[in-house]
């Protein structure tokens, strides 16, 4: 987290949940995700109208940084609704394939109440790389 402080990363998820595509659940949440070289991913959830094909915020800021070339993490905000919200575990699987130890700061959609976690923690004992000895 150096260099970019947490509100910046906190800002940036409240920014980005209210370009959520969200029209099925009603439920918007955004995500901002910092890389080791200082750049910000930001992301939203989309949905889709087959409902199974929804994209969670989280994803949606860890492929656009994947596919920018970025690859190493430190620290992604995640802002929900009425109160901070842990992300699903689906989101945490495919995140701790490139960060285990990523920080996750979870606020609500205004930013005021903020908890934090390590992924190691909200995914204990998670498969990864190392499990396929890679
Ligand atoms: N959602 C996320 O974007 N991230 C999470 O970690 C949990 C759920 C989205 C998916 C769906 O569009 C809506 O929230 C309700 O589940």
């Known amino acids: ?62 492929f656009k940084a994947i596919s920018e070339g970025a690859r190493e993490f430190e620290a992604i905000a995640i802002a929900c609704g009425e109160g901070p919200c842990a992300p699903c575990g689906a989101c945490r699987q495919v995140l701790y394939e490139f960060a285990p130890d990523l920080l996750v700061i979870m606020t609500d959609a205004a930013g005021g109440e903020v908890r934090e976690a390590r992924l190691s923690e909200l995914l204990p004992r998670g498969f990864g790389p190392k499990s396929l000895g890679a």
């Not at 910046?8 to 980005?16: D, G, K, M, Q, T």
């Not at 995500?31 to 994803?59: H, K, P, Q, W």
């Open 1 to 62: 987290m150096e260099g970019t402080p947490r509100e910046e990363l906190v800002r940036r998820a409240v920014e980005a949940r209210k370009r959520a595509y969200a029209p099925y659940s009603g439920f918007a949440v955004g995500a901002a995700l910092l890389a080791a070289d200082g750049r910000i991913f930001a992301g939203c959830n989309v949905e889709n109208a087959s409902y199974g094909l929804t994209v969670c915020a989280e994803r949606t800021a860890l």
